[in-house]
DNA sequence: TCACCATTTCGCAAAATTACGAAATATAAT
DNA sequence: ATTATATTTCGTAATTTTGCGAAATGGTGA
């Protein structure tokens, strides 16, 4: 019989960085991050998206569950940065997937 | 009153093709579609991922309809491949995101 | 015409996502 | 101790996603 087998961890990392990146609102906060490597918080997001509080703590928790970025309390604030290594790791994956068909039209 | 701004559309798009790819099979799908920028049909990709056919077509339909892949119909087939133009498209947004952080850690 | 092939669409169920306001938490300042 | 500030967690609702098998579709070949 044949053997299905599952999806390669790499498939898998792939989605979950992507899945991470799938909302607007994260792609504003990664923006936001990334750009001269700033970090900024909650509060100072806030002022420039459409959608609550609570919402905008919600994608920042999911974003730091998918290890993109991370908090640092610096009371009563908290600083959110992008976490360096996994950021680097993610656009290596991605480089890596957009290079498949890099030799596309090349004569 | 402060005025709350809606999201960019390039932040807008970049979360649409992250959706696309946010599940494994997508990943799977257009890894096997850009390598060797080969086309194949649903029926040669099925052997190679834990999913029923129905469930399949539903990935396919959504890549198509986020404009990452195309289907050809050659009959009793239909060939999928990468829509090349959009997938160099997606790159570059991609590129450019993660180009922002790309001057950590030079000294 | 009838059977066959590759694939999709349908109908449905379970689970996940997105969103909000209210309430809770934690710390600092008075 | 009380108040103010920054942010998160909770409870809930609406919507979307993912998955499957069964049935439908569109085309070929006997």
Known sequence: MKQKVDFSDKQKQIARIAKALSHPARVYIIERLS??????????????IPIARSTLSQHLKELKYAGLI????????IKYCLNQENWQLAKKYFSNLFDNSENYEKK
């Open 35 to 48: 750009i001269l490597n700033s970090c900024c918080t909650s509060g100072e997001m806030i002022g420039d």
């Open 70 to 77: 991370q908090g640092e309390v610096e009371p009563p604030k």
